[in-house]
């Protein structure tokens, strides 16, 4: 979700990641059949187009820099966000005689230690693992990237991704390492597929009806058979090899609708929109985060007594909020970076 502003912008590619985010609020919805769909092809899709984006200039050594300083800082800021919202809410509950004051230390330390180990679940053996949440996509495509330049760089790419994969799958049934190391290195296969997709990219342009409906067939296939999921969070891939094919051609699928959607088809209002969910993804992202561990919207509109709609209604409310959080952030961002282009003159 890491925007390449280094590159020429395709309009259509941030399009199909601002319906990838929204995706993503659906699959925490907790809605089985929802979750079955969008998980087919969801982290997928955003880890195959920060493949297609890769930058194969420089060291490996270089792009990593340029990742964990594009995608830490985000990172740190919404953990210490999460962290001083647990410290209020604990503390109004004080106030209010509900709860004590060894509540509100114990709930910092666990979003404490959720933040320094970069886990996106939970995980009880062979010791207890709590997980930061969706923000563990940010430590993931650190890693991942780095891989597949690392990998870019050998004379077998392919085998070089193939056996990180496999090991970082096999170990992940052993011990899960911090900051999502070994979600990056199974990741790091569908970021290949995207420099893979880059190298291909004529398949978006002319009329591949053959390739398309192939890669659907194969998106079919994925979707009916995927329940456990596939998750990328947490390394699980029940139908193991296919689960890689079928949630590259779910993501080839969707950015290959969108595509012939945005040649054929004028809506503007749309159009802007999703694409700037789509560049603004990684902000989303962080807001939906937030909402998603701080706003009962269920609880809420309980007690408001509201009770038709309510699975729509939720869906609203995170997605204006996390849309009108990012929104407000980028104003903020971009007011600072007016201030320093005026202090530098």
């Not at 999703?274 to 309980?302: K, Q, T, Y």
Request: glycine fraction near 6%; charged fraction near 15%; include cysteine.
């Amino acid at each position: 979700m890491d925007n390449a502003g280094q590159h020429q912008r395709l309009e259509y590619i941030d399009i199909a990641k601002g319906i990838g985010i929204i995706c993503v609020i659906l699959g925490h919805m907790d809605n089985d059949s929802i979750k079955q769909f969008v998980f087919s092809f969801h982290m997928p899709l955003f880890f195959m187009i920060s493949g297609f984006f890769l930058s194969t200039k420089g060291k490996p050594r270089e792009l990593l820099r340029k990742r964990v300083r594009a995608l830490l800082p985000p990172y740190l800021l919404t953990s210490i966000a999460l962290i001083a919202m647990s410290c209020l809410k604990n503390f109004i509950q004080i106030l209010r005689g509900k709860k004590e004051l060894f509540d509100l230390v114990y709930d910092a330390c666990k979003w404490i230690y959720a933040a320094l180990y970069g886990a996106g679940t939970n995980f009880t053996d062979p010791f207890r693992i709590i997980s930061i949440g969706a923000i563990w996509f940010l430590l993931a495509s650190i890693v991942s990237n780095y891989l597949v330049a690392k990998a870019l760089q050998t004379k077998y790419p392919a085998i070089f991704i193939i056996v990180t994969a496999i090991i970082g799958y096999g170990t992940s049934k052993i011990v899960w390492l911090p900051w999502s190391i070994q979600a990056g290195m199974t990741a790091s296969v569908f970021v290949y597929m995207g420099t893979l997709l880059k190298k291909n990219k004529h398949i978006f342009q002319k009329k591949t009806s053959v390739t398309f409906a192939g890669a659907c067939v194969l998106w079919i296939i994925e979707v009916m058979n995927d329940w456990p999921c596939l998750a990328i969070v947490k390394n699980q891939y029940p139908n193991g090899i296919f689960d890689f094919i079928g949630g590259g051609a779910g993501a080839v699928c969707v950015i290959m609708i969108v595509k012939a959607l945005y040649d054929h088809f004028n809506a503007p209002l749309i159009t802007r929109v999703l694409s700037w969910m789509g560049r603004n993804s990684m902000v989303i992202l962080c807001a939906h985060l937030f909402e998603l561990n701080m706003f009962p919207w269920d609880d809420m509109f309980c007690f408001w007594g509201i009770k038709k709609h309510v699975f729509v209604l939720i869906l609203i409310c995170k997605v204006l909020w996390s849309v009108g959080l990012a929104v407000f952030i980028e104003k903020i961002k971009m007011k600072h970076i007016k201030k320093e282009n005026k202090c530098q003159v």
